[in-house]
Nanobody
Framework: QVQLVESGGGEVQPGGSLRLSCEVT????????IGWFRQVPGKEREGVAC?????YYEDSVKGRFAISRDIDNDIVYLQMNGLKPEDTAVYYC???????????????????WGQGTQVTVSS
C-alpha cells in the first residue's frame, strides 16, 4: 500500500528554520520522483521542490530550501531556512513519475499524496 506521511511542521518566527520529513511506504523513493508542494486557503497548490537523481527548486525557495532523501529508510526531507511569512502554508509531499532524468514539481504529474503538515511563519 502506497502511503506518504509528512511531519515536522510547526510555527516559527521569520528567519527561522524547520525540517519537514516525508516517510514513504509501498515503494522505494529511489525509483520515483518525489515532490514537495504547498497550499494556502483559496489558492492553488504550488510546487516547491522535487528530487530524483537531481533536485529542482522553484525560484521562490531557491537558496533557502534544500530537498534530500534517505534511500535506506525511504524518507524525503525538506530543510527550510530563512523562512518568511509568505512561506506559511500546508506542505505536502507526493509521488511523481517513475524516476525521470529531471523532475519537475508540476502537481498533475503526481499521483499519491500525503495528508499535509502546517507551517506557520509569524512574529
Amino acid at each position: 500500500q502506497v502511503q506518504l506521511v509528512e511531519s515536522g511542521g510547526g510555527e516559527v518566527q521569520p528567519g527561522g528554520s524547520l525540517r519537514l520529513s516525508c516517510e514513504v511506504t509501498g515503494f522505494p523513493v529511489i525509483s520515483y520522483d518525489i515532490g514537495w508542494f504547498r497550499q494556502v486557503p483559496g489558492k492553488e497548490r504550488e510546487g516547491v521542490a522535487c528530487i530524483n537523481v537531481n533536485t529542482y527548486y522553484e525560484d521562490s525557495v531557491k537558496g533557502r530550501f534544500a530537498i534530500s532523501r534517505d534511500i535506506d529508510n525511504d524518507i524525503v526531507y525538506l530543510q527550510m531556512n530563512g523562512l518568511k511569512p509568505e512561506d506559511t502554508a500546508v506542505y505536502y509531499c507526493a509521488r511523481g513519475p517513475f524516476a525521470t532524468e529531471m523532475c519537475r514539481p508540476h502537481k498533475f504529474l503526481y499521483d499519491y499524496w500525503g495528508q499535509g503538515t502546517q507551517v506557520t511563519v509569524s512574529s
